[in-house]
T-cell receptor
Framework: NAGVTQTPKFRILKIGQSMTLQCTQD?????MYWYRQDPGMGLKLIYY???????DKGEVPNGYNVSRSTTEDFPLRLELAAPSQTSVYFC??????????????FGAGSRLTVL | QKEVEQDPGPLSVPEGAIVSLNCTYS??????FMWYRQYSRKGPELLMY????GNKEDGRFTAQVDKSSKYISLFIRDSQPSDSATYLC?????????????FGSGTRLLVRP
């Protein structure tokens, strides 16, 4: 049982380049999330999805885009990469996103550096 | 003021010590409280989850919620080197017709052999 799988694990981008972080889950969870984690800043929500075809902005969506064509996949697109997007990105999923008891299953993270 | 405050540490303790990790929060609407453990270069994983006030115990771990003081704690008894990790508190509340989940910034714990 793989859970939440993210690729790539590491990537170095030049300023202005674009890339897509891939995320897939095999738990049939409806809710999926993208977070970024900066040192000392905790996890910040970028985008989330409550099901295939439905996405919404989180706390820090600028510079990112997402799509959700299937239940399993939730890719995060970075357009025109900037140094401020250097961070560790985590994809997560849950079956209870619409309730207070929202327990997330996280992927291992994608470490992105923009130079 | 951050909605959830957590001391970043690092907190260094000898093996076998009792560890106390804490978070304070400002929004009295928070009702669900969680602790996640994150090992280095890994994603967070759920450790414990509680609803409203009170204590919850799971093996060497005890989660405590004091809603009157807006304060939550995680106690680790007989700490082991394998407990060395960053511990993130998280809490959720119903806001604007949907549940909002907020994470603390994490406390790094080092248990020395």
């Amino acid at each position: 049982n793989a859970g939440v799988t993210q690729t790539p694990k590491f990537r170095i981008l030049k300023i202005g380049q674009s890339m897509t972080l891939q995320c897939t889950q095999d738990m049939n969870h409806n809710y999926m999330y993208w977070y970024r984690q900066d040192p000392g800043m905790g996890l910040k929500l970028i985008y989330y999805s409550v099901g295939a075809g439905i996405t919404d902005k989180g706390e820090v969506p600028n510079g990112y885009n997402v799509s959700r064509s299937t239940t399993e996949d939730f890719p995060l697109r970075l357009e025109l990469a900037a140094p401020s997007q250097t961070s560790v990105y985590f994809c997560a999923s849950s079956s209870a996103g619409g309730s207070g008891a929202n327990v997330l299953t996280f992927g291992a993270g994608s470490r992105l550096t923009v130079l | 003021q951050k909605e959830v405050e957590q001391d970043p540490g690092p907190l260094s303790v000898p093996e076998g010590a009792i560890v106390s990790l804490n978070c304070t929060y400002s929004n009295s609407a928070f009702q669900y409280f969680m602790w996640y453990r994150q090992y280095s270069r890994k994603g967070p994983e759920l450790l414990m989850y509680t609803y409203s006030s009170g204590n919850k115990e799971d093996g060497r771990f005890t989660a405590q919620v004091d809603k009157s003081s807006k304060y939550i704690s995680l106690f680790i008894r007989d700490s082991q080197p394998s407990d060395s990790a960053t511990y993130l508190c998280a809490m959720s509340a119903l806001m604007d017709s949907s549940y909002k989940l907020i994470f603390g910034s994490g406390t790094r714990l080092l248990v020395r052999p």
